[in-house]
C-alpha cells in the first residue's frame, strides 16, 4: 500500500508464493494399463472354463489348510476388472499429486498374477507353496548379487561384473567342495574369488581411472572363458573327484518350518539362505544406520566433500567392492553346492545382470533391490510351475518371461530411479 497519493496497488499472497512445477511420470498408468489390455485381450481370444485349484499346504505342516478352488471365468475377469481400476487409480494419482503410489503397482501384481494363474491353470492344481519356495530359491543367487551391485554402486563403482563373481564362485565352489568334500570349503572359496575378481574391478577402475563398464565386461569375458577351459581341461575328464561337489542339507527351524505356506518357504532352508537373510538385514542396517554406511555413502554422492573431511574416498571404495566381491561369489555357491549340482560352462546364465536389474529397479536400497529380485525369481519359478501343470501358454514365452520383466524394469516403466551422484565416476584427487 503507498501513502503518497499513488495507486494503492495490493499484491495477492498467492503471487508471493514461489511456484512449484510437478513432474508427471505417465510411465506407471501407460505399463499398467498395456497390461491390462494384454491380459483382457487373452481372456477373449482364449477363453477357459473349469476350476482352479490352489493347494495351500503340504503334507509336513502342522496346520493343514484345505485347497482353494476358484471357477475359471469368473475368477479371472474380477481380477481384469480389479486390475483396470488400479490402472485408473494409478493415472489418477499421476494427474493428481505427479507420481503413482508403489501399493498400487505392488497390487496390480497380485491380482494380475492371480487372474493368470487362474486361467492358465483352468483344471488343474497349484501348488502355493511349491511356486513360491521355487522362487525363493531361483531368486537367492539375484540376491546375493543385488547386494554386491548396491554396495559397489553406492560406493561409486559400477559392478558390471556381478556375472564373472557370481560365475566364479559357481566354479570355485564346485572344485573345492569336490576336493575336500566339505561345503563350508567351498563357501569360503567362492568368497574369495569373489573378491579376487572384484579386487580386478577395483585395481583398474579406482586406482588407474580405466572406464568401469569396460572393465566388468572385460572380466566377465574373462572369467567365462576361464571356467570353461578349466571346466574342460581339468573338471570334465576328473569329474569323480573334481566336480562332484557335495550340498548343503536343509536345516529346518523347528516350529517355524511347520507353519502353513511361509513355513516351507522361508524356514525348511539350507545355510545359504539363512546366511542371505542376515546379509541382507546387516546391509541394510550398515548402510543407513553406521558409520560404515555414512562414509559409503558419502563416497558414492559426494567424493569431493568426504575428502575433504578427511575420508579416504578410493580406499573406501576399493574395500567395499571387496566386500561386494566377496558377497557375490557366496551367492555363485547356490548354482552348485547349494543344490549339489556339478559345474557346467556359463551356468549362471546371465543372473548377474538380472541381478543389476534388481539394483535399479530396488532403487539402490537392499530392501527394495532384495523384493526386485524376488519378482524375478517368481517370474522363474512361474515358467516352471506352468510348465509342469501343463499350461496352454506356449514355454518360449514362459522361457522368456523373467527376462521381458528385467527389460521392463530397466526401461523404467515402475518409476523412475536416481543413482548415487558419483556413480561409475573415478575420484582424481586434485
Known sequence: MSLTGDAVVTTPPSALAPETTVIRSWKTPIALAVFTVLFGILLLAAPRSGMTTFQVSTAADALQLPSISAPVAATAWACLIVCVLLAAASAYFVHAFGRSPLWVVVVFIVVLVIGFLTWAAAGGTIPVAGLLAGALGLAIPLIYG???????????????????????????????????????????????????????????????????????????????????????????PNAGTLNNPPRFERLPIPVLSEIPVIGPVLFRQTI????????????????????????????????????????????????????????AGVGGTVFTIGNGIAFNKEMTAGAGFIALAAVIFGQWDPIKATLAALLFGFASSLQNTLSVIGSPVPSEFMLMLPYLVTIFVVAGVVGKSRAPAADGVPYIKE
Open 272 to 327: 545359504l539362505v539363512y546366511l542371505m537373510y542376515i546379509a541382507v538385514a546387516l546391509v541394510w542396517f550398515g548402510m543407513f544406520k553406521t558409520r560404515w554406511g555414512l562414509r559409503l555413502r558419502a563416497v558414492g554422492e559426494h567424493p569431493q566433500a568426504a575428502d575433504t573431511v578427511g575420508i579416504k574416498v578410493n580406499a573406501t571404495r576399493f574395500w567395499n567392492v571387496l566386500l561386494a566381491g566377496a558377497i
Open 146 to 236: 543385488a547386494l554386491a551391485g548396491v554396495i559397489g554402486e553406492r560406493a561409486g563403482v559400477v559392478n558390471i561384473a556381478i556375472e564373472g563373481q557370481l560365475l566364479a564362485g559357481a566354479f570355485t565352489a564346485a572344485l573345492v567342495a569336490s576336493v575336500t568334500r566339505q561345503p563350508i570349503a567351498g563357501l569360503l572359496a567362492a568368497a574369495i574369488a569373489g573378491m579376487l575378481v572384484a579386487f580386478v574391478l577395483a585395481a583398474f577402475a579406482i586406482k588407474y581411472y580405466v572406464d568401469q563398464v569396460i572393465v566388468g565386461v572385460v572380466l566377465n569375458v574373462l572369467v567365462a572363458g576361464l571356467t570353461s577351459f578349466l571346466f574342460s581341461q581339468v573338471l570334465q
